[in-house]
């Protein structure tokens, strides 16, 4: 299973998807791409792939992110709360604070009685995280959340990675968390920033809906006891983004909940 579209020259795309589905077939398996883009879907079928659609991914367009206005309401109330409860945000690199990052995140793993994912969710890795940017949050000068951001050398586009904060934290510590980041990076002369997918979103259940599609849309609705699909929409559409779809593009007839297990089984770093 290949995460995201390939990366290249676009014109080498086509074959580069045929070698990798010629690949799996030759080890009797199944050839997946996850979370692949909606002007990408053409190659993908021409290679003989099943589409499904698995959510959006939201993405902020800096140039235009700011402040003003009655829609940014809630934001200029976290800026201020925030920094009435303590809380202050600063830039640093990873390796700087690595003790500090692991002590939130083995709270916020104890407090969610999860551990560490793997495959399509950034986990907390030392290694992986020392080279990367990260924006710390403290609370009266204690560590209490962070986010990795990491960037393209072009300095166009950052997208988030890990990000963690302890259950003691201000109610209002992640608002106040991406609101400084997206600011930051917007300072800095970036032009997008993902704040990555909402699971489910924009699934439909029409008449003729496929069966996933139908079972998909009933558990955005109805899921929240398994995952909060709606409260993530919800918190990311606090930061005015954009919305785009993403599909799964699959060979082989088997049903869609297999691949999906497939990807629960490599997030769970099985």
Known sequence: ????????????????????????????????????????????????????????????AL???????????????????????????EVVDGRSVLPELRAISDAWLASHKAREKKFSVAAFDAAWLAPQAVMLVRQHGRPVAFVSFMTTDLHTQATVGVMRHVADASPYAMEFLFTRLALHLKAQGFATLSLGMAPLSGIMATPLAS???QIGHLLWRYGGRVYNFRGLRTFKSKFGPQWEPRYLAASGTLSPFVLLADVAVLSAGA
């Not at 700011?66 to 409860?85: F, I, M, T």
């Open 1 to 60: 299973m290949a995460l995201y579209d390939p990366v290249g020259p676009r014109c080498e795309w086509p074959a580069l998807i045929a070698d990798f589905v010629a690949l799996a077939h030759q080890h009797d398996g199944r050839a997946a791409f996850y979370q692949v883009r909606p002007d990408c879907l053409p190659m993908y079928l021409d290679a003989g792939l099943k589409l499904m659609k698995l959510g959006e991914e939201a993405t902020i």
């Open 63 to 89: 140039d235009r992110f700011a402040l003003v206005g009655p829609s940014r309401q809630n934001l200029r109330y976290a800026l201020k709360r925030g920094e009435r409860d303590g809380l202050a945000a």
């Open 211 to 213: 069966v996933w599609h």
